[in-house]
């Protein structure tokens, strides 16, 4: 079964600085999905990551896939503090619908 | 178009009591997921159903846990015994047939557990 991991878990970043969030996982996938999470809220998809170099962007948030590398970043410009949540990454088990999701990133923007 | 709906919101109840949640998921979505989110073990699937067949209930925890699918607007998941460890946030998530594409699974409000 695929196995995903995210690094950082927790992330306190000041606003206007830029970090990185990575989800490194298992086997060979060709598809990534991005959620984020409020607290006492629902997940939403932010990014789905279809193919090898695939790089989507919403305002400050950027999502990359290496397929190659197993590797997916979630990149955030110039944070403010309407991005606190927990970011989490998924990935699809090969031959099946099933989604394995990361531990979760909790990034807290400090003004 | 609505979302996925879960009810209820809240559920506190006492261990050994049964207890049901119900989803409706997206009109036209094919697959239903369920999945359980604490603390300690993060966001878990529990069992997912294809046009209203259960294909993986290989995350159900024990036999106390049971899903069904009697159509395809309606979904419950039903603890019998409730214990205090089943207590969790509960989600149903729903998704087109064509998984692969840029449809991502799409997620209720989910539903807040309390088993005293």
């Known amino acids: 079964e695929l196995k995903v991991e995210q690094n950082p878990l927790f992330l306190s970043m000041q606003e206007g600085k830029n970090y990185t969030i990575y989800c490194n996982y298992s086997t060979t996938s060709d598809r990534l999905y991005w959620y984020r999470q409020d607290p006492g809220k629902s997940l939403e998809s932010l990014f789905v990551l279809l193919s090898n170099g695939a790089v989507k962007q919403e305002g400050r948030l950027m999502a990359s896939l290496d397929t190659k590398a197993r590797l997916s970043t979630l990149h955030i410009t110039a944070a403010v503090h309407d991005l606190s949540a927990t970011y989490f990454c998924?990935?699809?088990?090969?031959?099946?619908?099933?989604?394995?999701f990361g531990t979760g990133t909790r990034l807290t923007i400090i003004p | 178009d609505a979302g996925v709906i879960q009810s209820p919101r809240h559920e506190v109840t006492e261990m050994g009591q049964e207890v049901t949640l119900r989803c409706k998921p997206i009109?036209?979505?094919?697959?239903l997921f369920w999945y359980r989110q604490t603390m300690m073990r993060g966001l878990e699937l529990l069992i997912y159903?294809?046009?209203?067949?259960?294909?993986?209930d290989s995350g159900m925890p024990e036999d106390r846990f049971s899903a069904k699918m009697p159509n395809a607007s309606f979904s419950t998941l039903k603890i019998q015994p409730s214990e205090p460890r089943d207590s969790a946030v509960y989600f149903c998530a729903s998704s087109p047939q064509i998984f692969g594409q840029d449809q991502p699974q799409h997620f209720g409000d989910g539903t807040r557990l309390s088993i005293l």
């Open positions: 009109s036209g979505h094919d697959y």
């Open positions: 159903f294809n046009n209203n067949v259960p294909i993986d």
């Open positions: 998924a990935g699809p088990n090969f031959g099946n619908e099933k989604l394995t």
